[in-house]
């Protein structure tokens, strides 16, 4: 029993089989990490790279910053050093890593310091850790250097320990991923005296930068993090290894976290720390953001956005869900996905529309939550923010404009009631102005509709209520019913333009619904790559007004150098280099992107499940929001999943046809084996007895005989063979002349002299037959082939006839015989190729009748064979025939 319990599972072993697959075709990463700068990682680098090199190593240096330090310097001597490359920015020279000379020259290793480097302007990606990502995907192994402030996850933390804001940092998952780490550590007091010596920076420099970032807490801080993340490293190592090699052990209860974030900065604290835990705790991670009614602000949207890509940088799995209900859809969400742990930011602001909410969001999420943790992150906020995190004006999108029009309606209804107030009454005024702001509830966003409720509250009191023209009323139900109407008219304005919004959401979600079915049902009905691709660019421009330019890869597996389709997009020299850049990594590449953004165009890959189909580039304006984005990943994703369909049916036909042409192969071969084997050794026997001895002459003339009678079979084998061949490749072309049809019968009679000696052949052609105009080579072939067939199975002294006649523009040849024709099950097979029937005589290939067909539609014609009511067989052929004017005018 124990023995099936640490079975392996087949499909984890087999993901795992693959995973290291994957992993043999990369380089391997090798980062030398520190806490800060000085503590010697480029120094230990070439150290390493140098006891490397004694073994054999081939290794360069890709990029190298020594600093000015003389032992960093002696190090880098004796290694192939790849010269940068120069990039103009702000008219002054700025040196980069030459990614394109290392991947040509290919080496074994290459040394690149500076991991969270930023590169200059124009270069291929925006970060540095993206140009080794590439070297890696080539192969080839990488030393790197990196320190602990430029992980992602730890910048807010470290800007709080030294008070600086850390700009260039890199994903975690790039840390995490390195094939190994090693630790360059030293003690904060050596560290200070290596500064104070001027050994890390010029004393100028070194004396600043003791008394900012260089304090000894600050360094006994950075340095405690960088030992607790490798720490944390080594033992999710150790478990992967223990799991991997199913040692027993006391396992982790698979921890699940889910961060819940929003349009806010704290969401990026939030995530980083959340990414901090789970690293630690083990714990795989997800976030999400919970869409509402409410209308996000530019700005809001732009702080979205910023957390969306944060999450990515993280590594982090993120969803967007759309809901009324916060907590429910957090709650249902760590349900369904078996969360363990939520983490949520503390509510940092409260505004007047806060008071309308059923409880706190927080206080909410854990009465709900159930068996769930609820981790509260609180905000760092600064105390000159504290009455903004307590009070807030709410957060209107809509503009002034809405507001005057709000107005102007309010002030023209309240007009003409004023007019008519003698006739209606004040009560009714009441019932017209609620059904106003009703209505403009639904065409205007929240502030709009507050301000309608409030000015049709107040004009209803001042100019309506007794006593008009003053606020005072007397009478309690006058009192009671204007604050049941404003109450009433704010309600149902904001409940309106609440649903309003919702129906909004839910049109444009169902819109993309239909889009994406409109889109896959054309696409499942379009057959062949060009009707893919205008089925794809018609959609696009349809639903994203985006010209686009689809380029699919060759039987090569490599990117053709030609767009799929017409279209406005012409692509230059160097924009296809990017296209086939990003068919190669299968990763977007263009504008609003970190990789070769100088271009007017994004490029995406068309990726399926199993390989890379092509790249579509598009000429983005503008950003897409989140939104947009999934609803176009969508859309690549239905295209690119319909083109790699093609490409599999494409595949499997010509697989099948392989495997048609394999039997095909293995048919003929043991078809003509026979068949030349005969012929063949006819003539090697009669002619190695002419030459052994001398015979008599009649002897001499038999054995002639034979040579010459096998020598004909083997052409008339050959001729087949040739034939067939060229119906196959499609190079039959008929080349039409005017023929006369006597000529045509006195050929095949006379070519067939010999065979038809045991036979009576008679032929029938009308008198008035007209020249006709045909391949006189190809008809006689075929002729040839029937009697040939019939003289091989009908009995010796039976008649053979062939017959001719035009009817009606068409040119009608009958061959006939009175033998024992095709049994029934037969005659839908007669022309298949190689097809012998089970009754025929020994002989034979079965090409004859399949190529009598191929000539006969070579000429847009059809042939039939049938049975014949008292006995033998019947072909009979038609061909449209052009007749000789000469002979119309005759008749």
């Known amino acids: 029993m124990s023995f099936l319990d640490n079975r392996p599972n087949p499909d984890e072993l087999l993901a795992s089989l693959m995973n290291e697959e994957e ?17 010697g990682k480029t120094y230990t680098m070439l150290q390493t790279a140098h006891a490397e090199n004694l073994k054999g190593r081939d290794i360069i240096i890709g990029y190298v910053e020594t600093h000015n330090r003389k032992e960093t310097a002696e190090l880098v001597e004796g290694f192939e050093l790849i010269p940068r490359k120069t990039y103009e920015y702000k008219s002054t020279p700025v040196y980069e890593m030459d990614l394109d000379a290392i991947l040509a020259r290919n080496p074994e290793i290459v040394l690149v310091d500076e991991l969270a480097h930023t590169n200059a302007p124009g270069s291929r990606h925006t970060k540095r850790y993206q140009d080794v990502q590439e070297i890696l995907e080539n192969g080839i192994n990488v030393y790197t250097t990196l320190n602990v402030q430029h992980l992602e996850s730890r910048s807010d933390t470290v800007a709080q320990i030294t008070g600086i804001i850390i700009r260039e940092t890199l994903p975690d998952e790039i840390f995490e991923n390195a094939d190994e780490v090693e630790v360059v550590d030293l003690v904060p007091d050596e560290l200070l005296q290596r500064l104070s010596e001027g050994k890390v920076y010029t004393p100028e420099r070194s004396k600043e930068a003791i008394e900012n970032f260089f304090r000894k807490g600050n360094i006994t801080a950075l340095r405690e993090m960088a030992l607790r993340i490798v720490a944390d490293r080594v033992d999710k190592q150790l478990h992967d290894y223990m799991q991997h090699k199913r040692i027993r052990g006391p396992w982790k209860t698979g921890l699940h976290l889910l961060v819940a974030i929003d349009y806010s900065q704290q969401s990026k604290r939030l995530l980083r720390w959340a990414k901090n835990l789970s690293y630690s705790m083990g714990a795989s991670i997800e976030a999400i953001y919970v869409e509402t009614l409410h209308v996000l602000t530019p700005k809001e949207r732009e702080q979205l956005d910023k957390n969306i890509l944060l999450t990515k940088q993280l590594g982090i799995k993120f969803r967007i869900i759309t809901n009324t209900d916060i907590v429910k859809a957090i709650v249902d969400f760590a349900q369904k996905e078996n969360v363990t742990h939520i983490i949520v930011g503390k509510p940092r602001i409260r505004n007047v529309m806060s008071m309308f909410r059923l409880g706190n969001l927080v206080n909410k999420l854990i009465r709900y939550s159930g068996n769930i943790d609820v981790y509260i992150l609180g905000s760092d906020s600064q105390a000159k923010d504290h009455f903004k995190e307590r009070v807030s004006i709410p957060s ?26 003698d006739f209606i009454g004040y009560q009714v005024v009441s019932f017209i102005l609620l059904f106003l702001v009703s209505f403009l509830a639904l065409f205007f966003g929240t502030g709009p509709i507050l301000l309608a409720a409030t000015l049709s509250a107040i004009i209803w009191d001042y100019f309506f209520i007794p006593p008009q023209f003053t606020l005072h009323i007397e009478r309690p139900i006058d009192m009671l019913m204007l604050v049941m109407f404003f109450i009433i008219a704010l309600l149902n304005g904001i409940l309106t333009s609440r649903v309003r919004r919702q129906e909004k959401k839910i ?18 009905l379009g057959s062949g790559l060009d009707e893919v691709s205008k089925i794809a660019d018609k959609y696009i421009q349809k639903y994203f007004n985006l010209d686009c330019a689809i380029i699919l890869k060759n039987d090569l597996n490599q990117l053709n150098d030609q767009v799929q389709h017409e279209t406005k997009i012409t692509l230059s020299e160097n924009e296809f280099s990017i296209a086939a850049w990003v068919f190669k990594h299968s990763t977007k590449a263009g504008k609003h992107t970190d990789t070769l953004p100088s271009t007017d165009y994004t490029f995406y890959p068309l990726t399926g499940n199993n390989d890379n189909m092509g790249v579509i580039a598009v000429a983005h304006t503008n950003i897409l929001t989140q939104g947009e984005e999934q609803f176009w990943e969508a859309f690549i994703s239905q295209i690119s999943g319909r083109y790699e369909r093609e490409f599999l049916r494409t595949t499997a036909k ?21 068949e030349l084997r005969i012929p063949v050794a006819t003539i090697m026997g009669a002619s190695d007895t002419l030459l052994s001895q001398s015979y008599p002459e009649e002897t001499k003339l038999k054995l002639y005989s034979e040579i010459n009678t096998a020598s004909v079979r083997l052409n008339r084998l050959i001729e087949n063979l040739l034939n067939m061949s060229r119906l196959e490749s499609g190079r039959i072309t008929p080349r039409p002349d005017w023929c006369d049809v006597h000529d045509l019968a006195n050929k095949v009679a006379d070519n067939l002299k010999q065979e038809l000696i045991p036979f009576n052949l008679s032929t029938v052609i009308p008198e008035d037959m007209p020249l006709v105009y045909i391949d006189f080579g190809l008809i006689e072939q075929v002729l040839h082939n029937l009697v040939l067939n019939t003289t091989q199975n009908a009995p010796a002294g039976s008649n053979i006839r062939i017959k001719f006649f035009y009817d009606h523009g068409f040119l009608t040849i009958q061959e006939m015989d009175r033998g024992s024709g095709f049994p029934p099950a037969e005659l839908s097979s007669v022309f298949n190729k190689f097809y012998r029937g089970k009754n025929a005589k020994a002989g034979g290939t079965g090409l004859g009748l399949s190529i009598v067909k191929g000539f006969i ?19 009979t052929i038609k061909i449209p025939v052009k007749i000789s004017e000469m002979t119309q005018f005759n008749k």
């Open 23 to 39: 992993k043999s075709k990369r380089g391997k990463l090798k980062i030398f990490f520190g806490m800060c700068a000085g503590v």
């Open 396 to 421: 209107f999108t809509s503009n002034i404009r809405q507001y005057f029009i709000i107005a102007l309606f309010v002030f023209l209804t309240s007009s003409a009631c004023y007019l008519a107030k």
């Open 507 to 524: 049109r444009i979600r169902e819109e993309r619904t239909e889009a994406l079915y409109q889109l896959t049902r054309e696409l499942s």
């Open 654 to 674: 010509k697989a099948y046809l392989l495997n048609e042409s394999d039997k095909l192969y293995k048919t003929l071969f043991n078809s003509i084996s026979h």
């Open 857 to 875: 539609e070579a000429h847009q014609g059809t042939v039939i064979a049938e049975n014949r009511q008292n006995g033998g067989a019947l072909f």
